[in-house]
């Protein structure tokens, strides 16, 4: 299985409220990143994961709080999000995040989930 | 500051011919450099890796330089068809050795048949 999967797809939500984003892998990738991207923007990297302990968080604000239950699990959970918060949000996942002896961290990336905050 | 820079303007190009989109870097000693292919509301998919000490790298209709004295990669796609119109972002390892590609916003590629 080389597919990372994201859920929901979409996700609509107000400034209030509590939701949570989900994603998968069964690639015994051991690091797991959060990315947000905008509209004909970068992806820009949120978070990281390695062996299910977080070792990168971008200064992101702490109304995102990711979560890594076990190594093929990560969520993200929003909280009194802001309407600039609406874009794509992806999870990728690659061997590791230390870039062993060949693998250059190629990430595999999910389909994104397209929130809209109102 | 370290910059990645693709022409942020689509390129357009007849099915058939070869499209090259091009990829900048400035304060940047990258080990390596990605291709990514990403359609519209999709996540990237990996396309290509390169490394600092290659020139260039070929996979099926795929071409890939890299010129470190220039700071750029050049990034082919040769007997361009229809379904390869979609955003290619390039990606270099971030600075500090972490491995962790930083990505370029992308240059749209538009085949017309």
């Known amino acids: 299985d080389t597919e990372v999967t994201q859920t929901p797809k979409h996700l609509v939500m107000g400034m209030t409220n509590k939701k949570s984003l989900k994603c998968e892998q069964h690639m015994g990738h051991r690091a797991m990143y959060w990315y947000k991207q905008k509209a004909k923007k970068p992806p820009e990297l949120m978070f990281v994961y390695s062996y299910e302990k977080l070792s990168i968080n971008e200064s992101v604000p702490s109304r995102f709080s990711p979560e890594c239950p076990n190594s093929s699990l990560l969520n993200l959970h929003l909280h009194a999000l802001q309407p600039e918060d609406s874009a794509l949000y992806l999870c990728?996942?690659?061997?590791?995040?230390?870039?062993?002896?060949?693998?250059?961290?190629?990430?595999?990336f999910g389909p994104g989930t397209r929130l809209t905050v109102l | 500051s370290q910059k990645i820079e693709q022409n942020s303007e689509a390129l357009n190009i007849q099915e058939g011919k070869t499209a090259t989109l091009t990829c900048n870097y400035t304060n940047y000693s990258p080990a390596y450099l990605q291709w990514y292919r990403q359609d519209p509301g999709r996540g990237p998919v990996f396309l290509l890796l390169?490394?600092?000490?290659?020139k260039e790298k070929r996979k099926e209709r795929l071409k890939v330089t890299f010129d470190t004295t220039l700071k750029q990669s050049l990034f082919h796609i040769t007997a361009s068809q229809p379904a390869d119109s979609a955003t290619y972002l390039c990606?270099?390892?971030?600075?500090?050795?972490?491995?962790?590609?930083?990505f370029g916003r992308g240059t749209s590629l538009i085949v017309h048949p």
């Open positions: 990606a270099l390892d971030s600075p500090g050795g972490s491995y962790i590609p930083t």
């Open positions: 990728a996942s690659s061997q590791e995040s230390s870039g062993g002896l060949s693998s250059y961290n190629e990430q595999f």
């Open positions: 390169i490394r600092e000490n290659e």
